[in-house]
């Protein structure tokens, strides 16, 4: 089957789900639509069993596509970007601090407690893995996933001000986790004795500092030439441009894509809309064709994703381990928020509710880039312990947390509350 005809039946398929969860389940889209994959795919395996001819064909069709690639190098620039560019910067402006402290302080917290608490539980389940491969699972695992947060949390009706720190957050610490897992990755592949910590950290600022440095500068250049025109067709064609090249370019130098568009975003959304940079049509069509590229791309990427058991080895004891690590992974993000939230507190930076904890730790989801990252091991490692643990609880933390997470706002009394009420939350 060629790509034209993988990418047709991709998008048909995706269409099909999202009408019948529209019409007939009603959840959110993106779970939803992981939902509908999921039990697709186990029909498709349990028909496979008989050896159909068209399912085995098109679970080598799902073998054959390169699902890291797809979401690391195609869909998530485009995704944080349309992201980036609705999000309220004055806003995320005046959360700067804890959204800065929970993506620079918690995800690298997390990473060491998951990598911790697996090294010491693998052994039980008859899965003794090496600390560097812990680490590198506790890297991918920690961050959580800006896509699923946008797609799922925005709609669960939580106090402004949590729903900014949050999606805030991981906009941001995608871009950490993602370098944490690259200076991981790299020391496991090379040996701990063969990187010194000088490299190490010049790889994690060269991956960081570069990626927002040349998105400041993609993004201030691209609000410039925005300024000088008005053109709506022009316009839209230029932020397509720019997440395009600034993506590839990104690469070429090594530095953080996902930092890169995240910081292009919010710097495009930020002026146009504060400055009058944009007229009121422009304005209009640009919002509107990235709000129609996020879904398109949401649908497509959940769909994948429930498509993927299709091609997982998933033996018991992966499967166990998988569901001990969703408790290792909530608790490690309890912490992970705690420590900032109690370090902002004795700064006396700002004010958090009663329940800011229990929302930020229920409310990191996980999803694609998790499970692109663990996709992304080489087969020298125990790529299928880490790929299988990463998709089970991805699989929960979309499912189980995206479903809940609008009850659990409720029963603790959020709601959504007035503008000035939501600014008392902080």
């Known amino acids: 089957m060629d790509l034209y005809t993988a990418l047709a039946l991709l998008l048909v398929i995706a269409a099909a789900f999202a009408y019948v969860n529209l019409r007939f389940l009603k959840m959110p889209t993106a779970i939803g639509l992981m939902v509908l994959g999921l039990v697709a795919s186990l029909a498709l395996v349990g028909l496979a069993r008989f050896e159909v001819k068209p399912v085995l064909e098109f679970a080598r069709l799902v073998n054959k596509l390169d699902f890291s690639t797809i979401v690391m190098q195609v869909m998530l620039g485009f995704l944080l970007f349309a992201g980036a560019i609705h999000v309220d910067t004055r806003r995320l402006g005046r959360l700067r601090w804890p959204v800065s402290v929970l993506a620079l302080v918690g995800t690298p917290l997390s990473t060491g407690l998951v990598a911790g608490a697996m090294y010491l539980l693998l052994p039980w389940l008859g899965l003794p893995t090496p600390f560097i491969y812990c680490l590198l699972f506790g890297a991918l695992i920690s961050p959580t996933d800006p896509v699923a947060v946008l797609s799922i949390l925005t709609k669960a009706n939580i106090p402004k001000s949590l729903e900014t720190k949050i999606v805030g957050e991981s906009l941001f610490n995608d871009g950490v986790g993602v370098v944490l897992f690259v200076v991981t990755l790299e020391i496991a592949l090379l040996g ?235």
């Open 192 to 426: 701990p004795g063969e990187v010194t910590l000088s490299h190490a950290l010049g790889v994690f600022l060269r991956e960081t500092v570069g990626g927002l440095a040349l998105g400041t500068a993609l993004g201030l250049g691209t609000a410039w030439l925005l300024r000088s025109i008005d053109n709506y067709q022009v316009e839209v064609l230029m932020t397509l441009a720019l997440v395009a090249g600034g993506t590839a370019l990104a690469t070429h130098l090594h530095t953080s894509g996902p930092l890169a568009m995240v910081m292009a975003g919010l710097l495009v959304g930020h002026f146009s809309r504060n400055s009058g940079m944009l007229s009121e049509e422009s304005q209009d069509y640009v919002d509107k064709f990235w709000e129609l590229i996020d879904e398109v791309l949401n649908a497509l990427l959940f769909v994948l994703m429930g498509l993927e058991v299709l091609v997982l080895n998933l033996p018991g004891r992966t499967v166990l381990a998988g569901l001990a690590g969703i408790v290792v992974v909530l608790v490690a993000r309890m912490a992970a928020v705690a420590l900032p939230l109690g370090l902002l507190r004795v700064r006396d930076t700002f004010r958090t509710s009663d329940h800011s904890l229990t929302v930020l730790t229920w409310g990191g989801l996980r999803g694609g880039l998790s499970v692109a990252l663990a996709l992304s091991l080489p087969a020298s490692m125990p790529r299928e312990l880490l790929v299988g643990m990463t998709y089970v609880i991805v699989v929960f933390s979309i499912i189980g947390q995206g479903l809940t997470i609008g009850p659990l706002v409720r029963r603790l009394g959020l709601g959504q509350p007035t503008e000035n009420s939501a600014e008392k939350l902080v």
